[in-house]
């Protein structure tokens, strides 16, 4: 479960707006400019889109949840997240994913500065929105609490050293 912050908010960014596989009819002679086309062993045509995500299958209960999750945010919401995602740098995105699924892993005062520096509506809409998926809203309840716990104790510890006015999440 240690997968990076940026990674799942990149996997949801990718299934809030999808690829699917393109149909091809076996029988036809016409192949689509954009799929490239490998024989197999037994010469069976195998077709590979390009842009196709290779994480999930189309039509999956999960991708399903998360597309449908994703009609509920406006483009300029999801944007909104997007850029908020390319804020923190991968080392501190990961150690504020693990902070919030375990009680053992704490975070730095470099990372604090990046969650601050980023903004409370920042960290937390990519909390609310990574735990409102499939694979991680079982843990909603537990992990979003500890979020905000997580932004005040950064607010407590470095606030007041990065010169940008931060409040207490409630």
């Keep these: 479960m240690a997968k990076s912050f940026f990674m799942v908010m990149l996997v949801f960014i990718v299934m809030a707006c999808p690829i699917f596989s393109q149909e091809i009819d076996p029988y036809s002679q016409k192949v689509p400019e954009d799929v490239a086309i490998s024989p197999t062993s037994d010469f069976d045509i195998y077709v ?4 196709e995500a290779p994480f999930e299958e189309a039509g999956s ?3 399903e949840y998360d597309m449908e999750l994703a009609h509920h945010y406006s483009h300029k919401h999801l944007d909104f997240l ?4 390319e804020k923190p ?3 501190c995105g990961d150690e504020v994913f693990k ?3 375990d009680e ?3 975070i730095t005062d470099e990372c604090c500065r990046d969650i601050l520096k980023m903004g409370k509506d920042c960290h937390l809409g990519l909390v609310k929105i990574i735990f409102a998926t499939y694979e991680y809203k079982n843990i909603a309840s537990k992990c ?6 997580t932004w005040n104790d950064c607010v ?3 606030g007041s050293k990065i010169g940008v006015p931060v409040s207490l999440e409630q």
Excluded: F, G, W
């Design 48 to 51: 590979e889109s390009p842009d």
């Design 61 to 63: 209960p999960a991708m």
């Design 82 to 85: 997007q850029a908020c995602a």
């Design 89 to 91: 740098s991968v080392k």
């Design 99 to 101: 902070n919030m699924l």
């Design 104 to 106: 053992t892993t704490s």
């Design 144 to 149: 979003i609490p500890k979020s905000k716990q």
């Design 156 to 158: 407590r510890r470095v």
